[in-house]
């Protein structure tokens, strides 16, 4: 049996062991994701923005969001330390990769997953800046409001949530469920 199983309807998953339920469903990230996009094509229409996406848990955000981009824009990577298997965060933010891209002068979007307590992505706005960048802004498909310690500026944001685990859409537990569509809770707080 694999870690990971698709439950019944799909509705549920189990991963390690533990069981999870659809929080934001695929057709709905979808339709946000492509606004979003509709909308940096507006903002960054004749400059052609750097997307930066953070790995892992931004890759699929990120090819599905750069598909609603129809403007020129490019791409590239920074790989920052993970949570491991863990569910709450270190509070520790190490860079495992760097960005290859020359970003001076350019328009830089970093991309992230979720932000949690901020301090990934205030990291990496304050380490973009020191590039000198003609501009530099943060979007994050989720954003656990209540959660987040640090005075950022988030310009796109997807969807708003609570101060809850989520895994799928490129998120993972264990690295495991990235590779599902939808967003998925522990079932026991489907009702939080
Ligand atoms: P922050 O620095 O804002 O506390 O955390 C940002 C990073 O923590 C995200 O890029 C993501 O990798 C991880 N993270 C935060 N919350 C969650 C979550 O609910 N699920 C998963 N899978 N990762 C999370």
Known sequence: MSETEVVGDKQTITCLGEQFRVYIDRDRIQERVTELGRQISED????????????????????????????????????LSSYGAQKITSGVVHELKKIDAEITGRHVIVVEDIVD???????????????????????????????TKVDINLK???????NLFVIGYGLDYGQLARNYPDIYILDEEVDA
Do not use: Q
């Open 117 to 147: 307590t901020g301090l990934s992505m205030s990291y990496l706005m304050e380490k973009m800046s020191s590039h000198r960048p003609a501009s530099v802004t943060a979007a994050t498909l989720l954003h656990k409001h209540e959660a």
């Open 44 to 79: 960054y229409a004749g400059k052609k923005p750097v997307l930066i996406g953070v790995l892992n848990g931004a890759f699929m955000f990120l090819a599905d969001l750069m598909r609603s981009i129809s403007i020129d824009c490019e791409v590239d990577f920074i790989k």
């Open 156 to 162: 796109y944001v997807g969807f708003k949530i609570k």
